[in-house]
């Protein structure tokens, strides 16, 4: 459900590929930090500031507000 909310059932006729990069980096952010939110696409923000997380999720954020 959460792949659906937020980049759609199928890729873009243009810009496929940018949909591919963004779909595969939701995803490996979901795997290292076992995501498992059903609705939220990366879960709930990170409880106070992890460096490298932090930054993921700020990036990730702002990537999926174009789709």
């Known amino acids: 459900m ?3 909310t937020v980049l759609g059932p199928v890729p ?3 810009r496929t590929q940018e949909w591919m990069d963004h ?4 995803l490996a952010y ?3 930090y076992g995501i ?3 609705v939220l696409a990366l879960g ?3 409880d106070g500031y992890v460096p490298r997380r932090t930054e ?3 990036d990730l954020i ?3 507000r174009r789709w």
């Open 56 to 58: 993921w999720h700020r």
């Open 23 to 26: 779909a595969t980096e939701v």
């Open 36 to 38: 498992t939110d059903q």
């Open 44 to 46: 709930a923000a990170p």
């Open 30 to 32: 979901r795997v290292t």
């Open 62 to 64: 702002e990537k999926l």
């Open 2 to 4: 959460w792949f659906v």
């Open 12 to 14: 873009p006729a243009h």
